[in-house]
């Protein structure tokens, strides 16, 4: 999904709003949105319900505070500002994606292997310049149930240790898949990651670029190697 840079969403920049729903795409508080954002509680209100109304988030049942992403929402947190690239920029940052979708699979410190990758979006038709690329991941636990919380605490521990400030619980308990999708998406910005649900994908037009049974050289994307 491509945004335009300058883009204005209900007063506030989209590329801010973008962020905030990257950030926390397990969810944020009312609070948290206004702190990234900025702006009065009024200006904070008409963007939330104008997210809730565009269908990218939905409120907590519970509380009204606080919001959930859905899955157009996630397609708007992994959407890029950067301007459109030739066909042959995409399928090197693709071959730079296969290489960390196998460093993380064999790598311990990564929670989660990928199971599978699916492309969608520009890159499945013949334009020779390309907004982004589109993906959609599958993420599958390393650990048996038991034993995942504790290596989940272990790495949130670790990462703070480096230098990496968590903004609460909530953050932290999303850490071991953000962290995966941060690193996917790599520092070019060409790349829009995101994680599978179900009915994610449900009448868009995709192919697997990437399962784990058959390796990444994908039959139909020969470009990749």
Same mark, same amino acid.
Request: with cysteine.
């Given at each position: %999904?491509?945004? #335009?840079?300058?883009?204005?969403?209900?007063? *506030?920049?989209?590329?801010?709003?973008?962020?905030? /729903?990257?950030?926390?795409?397990?969810?944020?508080?009312?609070?948290?949105?206004?702190?990234?954002?900025?702006?009065? $509680? &009024?200006?904070?209100?008409?963007?939330?319900?104008?997210?809730?109304?565009?269908?990218?988030?939905?409120? #907590?049942?519970? #509380?009204? #505070? &606080?919001?959930?992403?859905?899955?157009?929402? $996630?397609?708007?947190?992994? =959407?890029?500002?950067?301007?459109?690239?030739?066909?042959?920029?995409?399928?090197?940052?693709?071959?730079?994606? %296969?290489?960390?979708?196998? &460093?993380?699979?064999r790598d311990p410190a990564y929670l989660y292997? +990928?199971?599978?990758?699916?492309?969608?979006?520009?890159?499945?038709?013949?334009?020779?310049?390309?907004?982004?690329?589109?993906?959609?991941?599958?993420?599958?636990?390393?650990?048996?149930?038991? !034993?995942?919380?504790?290596?989940?605490?272990?790495?949130?521990?670790?990462?703070?240790?480096?230098?990496?400030?968590?903004?609460?619980?909530?953050? $932290?308990? =999303?850490?071991?898949?953000?962290?995966?999708?941060?690193?996917?998406?790599?520092?070019?910005?060409?790349?829009?990651?995101? !994680? !599978?649900?179900?009915?994610? /994908?449900?009448?868009?037009?995709?192919?697997?670029?990437?399962?784990?049974?058959?390796? *990444?050289? +994908? $039959?139909?994307?020969?470009?990749?190697?």
């Open positions: %999904m491509k945004i #335009d840079a300058k883009s204005d969403y209900h007063g *506030a920049a989209l590329v801010k709003v973008r962020d905030r /729903l990257r950030k926390h795409a397990d969810g944020f508080s009312r609070k948290s949105f206004q702190r990234t954002v900025g702006g009065s $509680q &009024e200006s904070v209100n008409i963007i939330l319900e104008a997210l809730v109304r565009d269908g990218f988030v939905t409120r #907590d049942r519970i #509380d009204a #505070d &606080e919001f959930q992403l859905t899955a157009r929402g $996630q397609h708007l947190a992994a =959407a890029t500002a950067a301007r459109k690239v030739k066909r042959a920029t995409a399928v090197k940052a693709l071959v730079g994606l %296969m290489g960390r979708v196998e &460093e993380i699979n292997r +990928v199971t599978d990758v699916r492309v969608f979006g520009d890159y499945l038709g013949d334009a020779t310049n390309l907004s982004d690329v589109d993906l959609c991941v599958s993420l599958l636990s390393k650990y048996p149930a038991h !034993e995942f919380e504790k290596a989940a605490r272990d790495q949130v521990a670790a990462d703070r240790a480096k230098g990496h400030r968590f903004s609460g619980i909530r953050e $932290q308990v =999303a850490w071991p898949k953000r962290k995966i999708l941060n690193y996917l998406r790599g520092r070019e910005g060409r790349l829009s990651v995101i !994680e !599978e649900e179900d009915g994610l /994908l449900k009448g868009i037009d995709w192919d697997f670029l990437y399962r784990i049974e058959s390796g *990444a050289n +994908v $039959q139909g994307f020969p470009e990749l190697g």
